[in-house]
């Protein structure tokens, strides 16, 4: 008996096992107010997720696969899965489908008109759903939170989305009003996180512990000191 098999390449892999054979992995994020992707890893390679698309892709032809399925955790707008779609469209490879976990309404219809095997999610966002989104952004130096930003020194790094770091109303619909005492609130939380990590590890967590890269921070500093920093100025 056989059964056909359609490659998924994925944009998370915190919710799916890579296998780097039938599931495969795009490394690569919107850059803050750019429609531009770019890498995760911290790299300032701003063509770093054409040249994964163009060795995924070599690799799936060189097996003689055309088709794959796109996964992500979350379609909002769809609109970095749409951009991924057209760059797997120039190296010959036909994105027949996307499967994620949460979709909103206007992504859900508009993918299951223009995609064969269309999106499928676990769950659907009403109309009424201002915005998404996810407890690992508002935490300090989480690996895969926050959203990339270009330093001055051309280097991508991560930030969360509160202040001093990031925007918390054009990030996640904060009201105006309530910017600040959500954003101390976030790294009051984020203190508290990092006491119990050094607690438990028995060490002193420095920036440059982290694993990602958090924009106008000095590598050599105290997580827990660079953070009740930030909580007496805002």
Same mark, same amino acid.
């Given at each position: 008996? &056989?059964?056909?098999?359609? $490659?998924?390449?994925?944009?998370?892999? @915190?919710?799916?096992?890579?296998? #780097?054979?039938?599931?495969?992995?795009? *490394?690569?994020?919107? /850059?803050? %107010?750019?429609?531009?992707?770019?890498?995760?890893? %911290?790299? #300032? +390679?701003?063509?770093?997720?054409?040249?994964?698309?163009?060795?995924?892709?070599?690799?799936?032809?060189?097996?003689?696969?055309?088709?794959?399925?796109?996964?992500?955790?979350?379609?909002?707008?769809?609109?970095?899965?749409?951009?991924?779609?057209?760059?797997?469209?120039?190296?010959?490879?036909?994105?027949?489908?996307?499967?994620?976990?949460?979709?909103?309404?206007?992504?859900?219809? /508009?993918?299951?008109?223009?995609?064969?095997?269309?999106?499928?999610?676990? !769950?659907?966002?009403?109309?009424?759903?201002?915005?998404?989104?996810?407890?690992?952004? &508002?935490? &300090?130096?989480?690996?895969?939170?926050?959203?990339?930003?270009?330093? @001055?020194?051309? +280097?991508?790094?991560?930030?969360?989305?509160?202040? $001093?770091?990031?925007?918390?109303?054009?990030?996640?619909?904060? $009201?105006?009003?309530?910017?600040?005492?959500?954003?101390?609130?976030?790294?009051?939380?984020?203190?508290?996180?990092? =006491? =119990?990590? =050094?607690?438990?590890?028995?060490?002193?967590? /420095?920036?440059?512990?982290? $694993?990602?890269?958090?924009?106008?921070?000095?590598? !050599? *500093?105290?997580?827990?000191?660079?953070?009740?920093?930030?909580?007496?100025? @805002?």
């Amino acid at each position: 008996m &056989f059964i056909w098999c359609i $490659p998924i390449v994925s944009l998370d892999k @915190i919710y799916l096992s890579i296998d #780097n054979e039938n599931i495969l992995f795009l *490394d690569c994020t919107r /850059l803050d %107010g750019s429609k531009e992707l770019v890498s995760r890893n %911290g790299t #300032n +390679t701003f063509n770093s997720v054409t040249l994964q698309i163009q060795s995924i892709s070599k690799y799936l032809l060189d097996r003689g696969i055309k088709n794959i399925i796109l996964a992500d955790d979350v379609v909002f707008s769809g609109s970095v899965l749409r951009t991924v779609i057209n760059l797997f469209k120039e190296q010959n490879i036909e994105v027949i489908g996307i499967r994620s976990a949460i979709s909103t309404s206007s992504s859900y219809q /508009l993918f299951n008109e223009i995609l064969p095997l269309g999106l499928k999610c676990g !769950y659907l966002m009403s109309e009424q759903v201002i915005d998404q989104i996810c407890e690992r952004d &508002f935490y &300090f130096g989480i690996a895969g939170s926050g959203i990339s930003t270009i330093g @001055i020194d051309k +280097t991508i790094y991560k930030a969360p989305y509160f202040i $001093p770091y990031g925007d918390p109303v054009a990030r996640a619909s904060i $009201p105006q009003k309530d910017q600040i005492t959500f954003s101390k609130n976030c790294l009051a939380r984020s203190i508290i996180l990092w =006491e =119990e990590i =050094e607690r438990l590890s028995k060490r002193k967590i /420095l920036i440059k512990d982290l $694993p990602e890269k958090i924009a106008n921070t000095n590598e !050599y *500093d105290g997580v827990i000191k660079t953070l009740k920093k930030e909580w007496k100025r @805002i």
